[in-house]
């Protein structure tokens, strides 16, 4: 089924870029990592969503 997460008003920037992340996520398909460690996310052979991760900033996590 579709994604759902929870709206807050934001600025409209911030919310121009959260509707463009959930309509990618809306088409994907398949799921997988890249050999160089990228989460990459398909609809087809049509790159949806690609992810890297980073190391948190010490203390800067969520619930600090």
């Not at 997460?5 to 990592?33: F, K, N, S, T």
């Not at 890249?34 to 087809?44: C, I, K, P, Q, S």
């Amino acid at each position: 089924g579709p994604v759902a997460v929870p709206r807050m008003a934001c600025p409209e920037p911030q919310m121009a870029a959260e509707d463009r992340y959930m309509a990618a996520l809306a088409g994907v398909a398949q799921a997988g990592i890249a050999r160089d460690g990228r989460l990459v996310l398909m609809a087809g052979d049509r790159v949806r969503v690609e992810a890297v991760a980073v190391a948190a900033a010490e203390g800067g996590g969520a619930g600090d």
